[in-house]
């Protein structure tokens, strides 16, 4: 099956910054990556997703790029806010399996003001 | 996005008593939903995946006489945690599949808001 590996656990920023998330994925055969925000209590929220025929793609502050090659993928949060603090999650899904996505341990961001 | 409704919110029950999670997709169709459950500050563990129509199909290491499925119809999924003990308290949360409907691809899953279960 597919292993999603998440890094880092945490995340401290100060308002303005950028952050960077990064996954790393081990089947090949994986082919949509998404990427979900969770505050504390609440459901996951969809917040940016790619497939595995894009390199790289942007949303207004949140962008997600991808390589194949290397089998990993990151999210990018420009000019954070405080209202960006949360845990995400990045998923793979592997295909052929039914739409089950495996999802990474999560990230603690802090967006400090 | 499409909308998955789960309720209850927060059920709190005595040990031994059964507990039913209704998830229900409210303005698309799902022939697949997804089961996971959450610890505090713990990623999503995927249960079971439930097929409309057909048996649930459970990952490695979870009890399906334990963690009871029906998934009846192209809108509702519930998961009956049977005989419940204080281990089994956990945040349960539920995801859909849009099959389709010009949203978007059908891997784009959308979760339900969560139940919250503690067992006492």
């Known amino acids: 099956g597919e292993n999603v590996e998440q890094h880092p656990s945490t995340l401290s920023v100060q308002e303005g910054d950028s952050a960077v998330i990064k996954c790393t994925y081990s089947d090949s055969a994986s082919n949509y990556f998404p990427w979900y925000k969770q505050e504390l209590g609440k459901r996951p929220q969809l917040i940016i997703d790619i497939r595995s025929n894009v390199g790289e793609k942007k949303d207004q502050r949140i962008a997600v790029t991808l390589n194949k090659t290397a089998k990993h993928f990151s999210l990018h949060i420009t000019e954070t806010q405080p209202e960006d603090s949360a845990v995400y999650f990045c998923?793979?899904?592997?295909?052929?399996?039914?739409?089950?996505?495996?999802f990474g341990k999560g990230t603690l961001l802090t967006v400090n003001p | 996005g499409a909308v998955v409704s789960q309720h209850p919110s927060r059920v709190i029950c005595k040990s031994g008593t059964s507990v039913k999670i209704e998830c229900r997709s409210l303005?698309?169709?799902?022939?697949?939903m997804f089961w996971y459950r959450q610890f505090p500050k713990q990623s999503l563990m995927l249960m079971a995946t439930?097929?409309?129509?057909?048996?649930?199909?459970?990952e490695q290491g979870v009890e399906k006489d334990k963690f009871l499925i029906n998934h009846a119809s192209l809108t509702l999924s519930t998961l009956t945690v049977t005989s419940a003990h204080p281990e089994d308290s956990s945040f349960y949360i539920c995801?859909?599949?849009?099959?389709?409907?010009?949203?978007?691809?059908?891997?784009?899953?959308?979760f339900g808001s969560g139940t919250q279960l503690s067992v006492l």
């Open positions: 303005d698309f169709q799902a022939t697949t």
């Open positions: 998923a793979a899904h592997l295909y052929g399996s039914n739409y089950k996505l495996t």
């Open positions: 439930s097929n409309e129509g057909s048996k649930a199909t459970y």
């Open positions: 995801s859909a599949r849009d099959i389709g409907t010009g949203r978007g691809s059908g891997e784009k899953l959308f």
